[in-house]
């Protein structure tokens, strides 16, 4: 006789409790003017840093690789703990998106290098601003979207269909089209070709999309190829941009100009060597705003060695 497993019912009790705390947490961001709100994520991103071990450990032993030399671990443990308030602060106006007018946003926020994406929307061959974990980035697409610009955002399914489902409610309330990550090749591509910008965030080692090793703060890091196949098929610019808090909780977007695809004819070369442009550049904004990038993600986790042997 088959055995009852109580571990589906606990998953399903544990997923509705988070879901409804999630939930409830969002409704208290909305309800709050937005100082308030914002010193509420603030705290909670504060709390998160002590409740969270392995985030904690993770974070401190990622900033220790990439500024190691350069600090010691008094400034590591204070960057550590504001990596994890900025968080918090970026997630409260994240959830608040659907509440907010060009003009609230416009308010709170200025941007240095606009001409770069301009000059390269109008050529009509589409445009992928490229970006990162940075700052608050669910905000950057909005900023652009709500500005005018008909904009596209791929984004990987949340593991809660109820979660995924307000998160995508909220990207088209400020008129974001969001392309799922298992959308087919050809969605991506006629986006593009209609002209559409295509936000992309290429700056986390995930097994489920192709990468290839370039250096990022001095060590390999297995790094998303999928903007740059889509610039060679395209011929689509690939503008890097990224959006950073400031000290009065405003924001700065920050946008570089085009990456300039490699072209010596060696196929895997050339993509290796503009993804390296790419992540630089990246490389170079979170070098100048540490506190800002999502260092609790296991950045350096696959390694040349293990990928070449297959394991």
Known sequence: MQRFSFKPVKKRVKNWLLYKFITSIIFVLNFLPRKSSISLGGFLG????????????????????????????????KLARLVFENVGKNVADAVRLKN?????????????????????????????????????????????SLKGYKLSVIGRELYDPRLDALLVKSRESVGLENIPSSA?????????????????????????????????????????????????????????????????????????EPIE???????????????????????????????QWLWMHDRWKSKPDLIRSGK
Do not use: C
């Open 46 to 77: 504060k709390l998160t840093y002590f409740i969270i071990a392995d985030a904690r450990k993770r974070t401190q032993n990622n900033l220790n690789i990439a500024f190691g030399e350069e600090k010691d671990e008094r400034e590591l443990k």
């Open 100 to 144: 907010m007018k060009w003009e609230k946003i416009e308010e709170i926020t200025k941007i240095e290098g606009l001409e770069y994406f301009d000059n390269a929307y109008k050529m009509g061959k589409g445009v992928i601003p490229l970006t990162g974990h940075i700052g608050n980035f669910e905000l950057l697409a909005a900023y652009f």
């Open 184 to 256: 087919s090749v050809k969605q991506v591509i006629k986006a593009l070709r209609s002209g559409r910008a295509l936000g992309v965030l290429a700056d986390q080692d995930s097994s489920k999309v192709r990468g290839v090793f370039v250096d990022f703060f001095g060590r390999p890091a297995r790094t998303p190829v999928g903007p740059v196949l889509l610039a060679y098929k395209t011929q689509s610019p690939i503008v890097p941009m990224a959006i950073v808090r400031e000290k009065d909780d405003k924001y700065k977007i920050i946008v570089k």
């Open 261 to 291: 695809l490699a072209t010596s004819g060696n196929k895997e070369k050339d993509i290796i060597e503009t993804t390296q442009k790419y992540t630089k550049v990246l490389e170079s904004i979170i070098r100048e705003y540490p506190s």
